[in-house]
């Protein structure tokens, strides 16, 4: 029988290695050159820290870790009889993968707050583990890529995690449109209709105007029941449009009876006029935008590709309250996570990595023998030494044979030494692409590679 793999589990090849490599170095560098300091948590978390923070559809999620020993000890014949899954697990599992770095993070900045300074700036690009149902692009083991800002509530956070999106998406050549909302707008919306209970519905439906239209939506809004006249004042919501600041001073006029809402507006006013002008790509206002409502308190934001039909590639936001679940109360963060897989996709469809990104060696040394190979060892070390990627084939096989592996791996030079070669104390360079030949001194070799 063939070996295989977990559904939802994934094998990475060399290339797809080197292309996964580049998006989390790109990452990792902006992160740092916005001072953000990497941290890691363990794979595996105490199921007391993980359980009752993601809802009862997340605590299904989690994958849960055997006890080691003999567990069934402790277990009474009623018990083992009882074929309750979720009570057996709960004795003799104690430990469980982490399902998102979030509640890891949070754990941590109690755990550790002696040793942090606040402002703390963390990032973190660590695999995580859902028992989902693996469906196309979505996976049981999948990698996140976040950024956080806790213990400070300046809005400047907001500002550079903007910018960071902007260029690592400029970096890439991607081209995407960074939405941004508030929760405090939407609570207001909610409030001047008179319909608070019914937030989740009212963005629900605004999402969808630009795929059904005007009276589907309000159609759909009174199906939830929410009276003629609600709908009725959310009718210059719905439709807004125009540049970012029409938006702002349409709805400021809407909220004008909304302390919160107004809240909001000016928080994404202080966001939008600091941003004016500092970005590559565009950054837009968008009402519908409502991510995890009832985690988020504050600005939100989504990232969207303009050139490929897939979901958001990142998304983040303001929460109030990240450490309060360990008891810590009145912790404010802000923070971003980038879809690493989805980045992925895009960036194949669009054929966006450099060359010097997927190509590993640079440089293959033939090997004629044995005399030969030791001169081109010598020749290897220095140029190793300057930098550059390079192996000599280890047997002396048919040329044909080590050409072909050349090409397998999409070596672009390859240097030949026979006995000409050895005695005038140079090598033939071949450049695989044109098919030219020259012959030069090891230094000069390395000039060329480079």
Same mark, same amino acid.
């Given at each position: 029988?063939?070996?295989?793999?977990?559904k939802g589990?994934?094998d990475?090849?060399?290339?797809e290695?080197a292309?996964r490599?580049? $998006?989390f170095? =790109?990452?990792r560098?902006?992160?740092?050159?916005?001072?953000?300091? &990497?941290?890691?948590?363990?794979?595996m978390?105490?199921?007391?820290t993980?359980?009752?923070k993601?809802?009862e559809?997340?605590d299904k999620?989690?994958?849960?870790?055997?006890?080691s020993? #003999?567990f069934?000890?402790?277990l009474t014949?009623?018990e083992?009889?009882?074929?309750?899954?979720?009570? +057996?697990?709960a004795?003799?599992?104690?430990k469980?993968?982490? !399902?998102?770095?979030?509640?890891?993070?949070?754990? %941590?900045? /109690?755990?550790?707050?002696?040793?942090?300074t606040l402002?703390? *700036?963390r %990032?973190q $690009?660590?695999?995580v583990?859902r028992?989902?149902r693996?469906?196309k692009?979505? %996976?049981?083991?999948?990698?996140?890529?976040?950024?956080?800002v806790?213990g400070?509530?300046s809005?400047?956070n907001e500002?550079?995690?903007? @910018?960071?999106?902007?260029?690592?998406f400029?970096r890439?050549?991607v081209?995407?449109?960074?939405? $941004?909302?508030?929760?405090?707008?939407?609570t207001?919306?909610?409030?001047?209709?008179?319909q608070?209970? *019914?937030?989740?519905?009212?963005?629900?439906?605004?999402d969808k105007?630009? *795929?059904?239209g005007?009276?589907?939506?309000? @159609?759909?809004l009174?199906?939830?029941g929410i009276?003629?006249e609600?709908?009725e004042r959310?009718?210059p919501?719905i439709?807004?449009?125009?540049?970012n #600041?029409?938006?702002?001073q349409?709805m400021r006029?809407?909220l004008a009876?909304?302390e $919160?809402?107004?809240?909001g507006i000016?928080?994404?006013?202080?966001? +939008?006029?600091?941003? #004016?002008? @500092?970005l590559?790509?565009?950054?837009e206002?968008d009402?519908?935008?409502?991510?995890?409502?009832?985690?988020?308190t504050g600005?939100?934001?989504e990232v969207?590709?303009l050139?490929?039909?897939?979901?958001?590639i990142?998304?983040?936001g303001r929460?109030d309250n990240?450490?309060?679940?360990?008891?810590m109360?009145?912790?404010s963060g802000v923070?971003?996570?980038f879809?690493?897989?989805r980045?992925f996709?895009?960036?194949n469809?669009?054929d +966006?990595y450099p060359?010097e990104?997927?190509?590993?060696?640079?440089? +293959?040394?033939v090997?004629f023998?044995?005399?030969?190979?030791?001169?081109?060892?010598?020749?290897l070390r220095h140029?190793r030494?300057?930098g550059i990627?390079?192996?000599? !084939?280890p047997?002396?096989?048919?040329m *044909?044979?080590?050409?072909?592996?050349?090409?397998?791996k &999409?070596?672009?030079?390859?240097?030949?030494?026979?006995e000409?070669e050895?005695a005038?104390?140079? /090598?033939?360079?071949?450049n695989?692409?044109?098919?030219? @030949?020259?012959?030069? =001194?090891?230094?000069?070799l390395?000039?060329?590679v480079?």
């Amino acid at each position: 029988m063939k070996p295989s793999i977990p559904k939802g589990t994934r094998d990475f090849s060399p290339l797809e290695m080197a292309k996964r490599n580049y $998006i989390f170095n =790109t990452i990792r560098d902006v992160y740092a050159l916005y001072g953000f300091q &990497q941290i890691e948590t363990p794979a595996m978390e105490n199921l007391s820290t993980l359980m009752g923070k993601y809802g009862e559809e997340g605590d299904k999620l989690l994958f849960k870790i055997q006890n080691s020993g #003999d567990f069934f000890r402790s277990l009474t014949d009623e018990e083992l009889l009882s074929r309750n899954a979720t009570k +057996l697990a709960a004795k003799f599992c104690e430990k469980g993968l982490r !399902y998102d770095l979030t509640v890891p993070f949070a754990r %941590y900045v /109690v755990q550790h707050r002696d040793e942090l300074t606040l402002p703390f *700036k963390r %990032y973190q $690009i660590q695999p995580v583990w859902r028992a989902d149902r693996p469906q196309k692009g979505r %996976y049981r083991e999948f990698y996140q890529c976040d950024a956080d800002v806790v213990g400070s509530d300046s809005l400047l956070n907001e500002v550079e995690l903007m @910018q960071i999106v902007d260029t690592v998406f400029t970096r890439f050549g991607v081209r995407v449109c960074i939405k $941004i909302n508030n929760r405090k707008i939407l609570t207001g919306i909610a409030e001047i209709i008179g319909q608070a209970d *019914k937030i989740v519905d009212i963005t629900v439906a605004i999402d969808k105007l630009d *795929k059904i239209g005007l009276d589907n939506v309000n @159609q759909e809004l009174a199906a939830c029941g929410i009276p003629a006249e609600a709908i009725e004042r959310l009718q210059p919501i719905i439709l807004l449009s125009g540049t970012n #600041d029409e938006k702002l001073q349409t709805m400021r006029q809407v909220l004008a009876g909304s302390e $919160i809402g107004l809240k909001g507006i000016d928080e994404c006013q202080y966001i +939008l006029d600091h941003l #004016d002008g @500092q970005l590559t790509n565009a950054i837009e206002l968008d009402l519908t935008l409502a991510r995890g409502l009832n985690y988020y308190t504050g600005a939100i934001f989504e990232v969207k590709a303009l050139d490929v039909e897939i979901g958001s590639i990142t998304g983040g936001g303001r929460y109030d309250n990240l450490t309060g679940i360990f008891g810590m109360p009145g912790i404010s963060g802000v923070g971003i996570s980038f879809g690493a897989d989805r980045i992925f996709d895009v960036l194949n469809t669009l054929d +966006l990595y450099p060359r010097e990104a997927v190509t590993t060696t640079r440089l +293959l040394f033939v090997n004629f023998g044995p005399q030969e190979a030791d001169f081109c060892m010598r020749v290897l070390r220095h140029v190793r030494q300057a930098g550059i990627r390079a192996e000599i !084939y280890p047997d002396a096989a048919k040329m *044909k044979k080590q050409m072909s592996y050349a090409n397998a791996k &999409q070596i672009p030079f390859v240097a030949l030494v026979g006995e000409s070669e050895m005695a005038s104390g140079q /090598v033939t360079l071949k450049n695989m692409e044109t098919g030219e @030949q020259q012959v030069l =001194t090891p230094e000069a070799l390395i000039d060329a590679v480079k």
